[in-house]
Antibody
Framework: QVTLKESGPGILQPSQTLSLTCTFS??????????VGWIRQPSGKGLEWLAN???????YYNPSLKNRLTISKDTSNNQAFLKITNVDTADTATYYC?????????????????WGQGVMVTVSS | DIQMTQSPPSLSASLGDKVTITCQTS??????IAWYQQKPGKAPRLLIG???RLVSGIPSRFSGSGSGRDYSFSISNVESEDIASYYC?????????FGGGTKLELK
């Protein structure tokens, strides 16, 4: 059974660094084809993809966040992390992590299949 | 970046109706599109991957089709549990991009 759960600070001040943790079970980020991504959603608005990390430590970022993002993983503890530097009120959102599995031989199988419940983050002075 | 134009932004339907949502992309995404359902206060739920691949356990009244730059998602025989927002996601090229969403309401 695949599960993911996000954790974060809840509230932080502008200019601080947001650190998020995704703790998962039911799969391993050391397994070929596995990945974890981060997505956020401001209240009442749409979804925005932030970053993906893969089993081989390959990383992809949304360039709209201008080098503020760092994604990483700890395969021993089944965790993935996202840091966002220099936050401001526009970063207030619910943040989700989600699994990606690229099934060998199945074209186009690498989308977000399992999602965490999300963690709400508020940036406020 | 690939732009995703999802329409309509909102949709009103009666129970038993068929509804269709479209996503038009700014360039060919080679069928690398997925569709998600999201209910208020919940995480998105994967319904369809790679244009038309129905996820295990998802009712067959949900379907997807398309190619090139034009993709559609349909619900035949809308049920009350289908009232939600729906999003498309292109994953052909980084950065992955979502459509703006479609809110399905009951008429």
């Amino acid at each position: 059974q695949v599960t993911l759960k996000e954790s974060g600070p809840g509230i932080l001040q502008p200019s601080q660094t947001l650190s998020l943790t995704c703790t998962f079970s039911g799969f391993s980020l050391s397994t070929y084809g596995m990945g974890v991504g981060w997505i956020r959603q401001p209240s009442g608005k749409g979804l925005e993809w932030l970053a993906n990390i893969w089993w081989d430590d390959d990383k992809y970022y949304n360039p709209s966040l201008k080098n503020r993002l760092t994604i990483s993983k700890d395969t021993s503890n089944n965790q993935a992390f996202l840091k966002i530097t220099n936050v401001d009120t526009a970063d207030t959102a619910t943040y989700y992590c989600a699994r990606i599995e690229d099934y060998p031989g199945i074209r186009g199988s690498y989308y977000f299949d399992y999602w965490g419940q999300g963690v709400m983050v508020t940036v406020s002075s | 970046d690939i732009q995703m134009t999802q329409s309509p932004p909102s949709l009103s339907a009666s129970l038993g109706d068929k509804v269709t949502i479209t996503c038009q992309t700014s360039q060919n995404i080679n069928k690398y599109i997925a569709w998600y359902q999201q209910k208020p206060g919940k995480a998105p739920r994967l319904l369809i991957g790679f244009t038309s691949r129905l996820v295990s356990g998802i009712p067959s009244r949900f379907s997807g089709s398309g190619s090139g730059r034009d993709y559609s998602f349909s619900i035949s025989n809308v049920e009350s549990e289908d009232i939600a927002s729906y999003y498309c996601l292109q994953y052909d090229n980084s950065p992955w991009t979502f459509g703006g969403g479609t809110k399905l309401e009951l008429k």
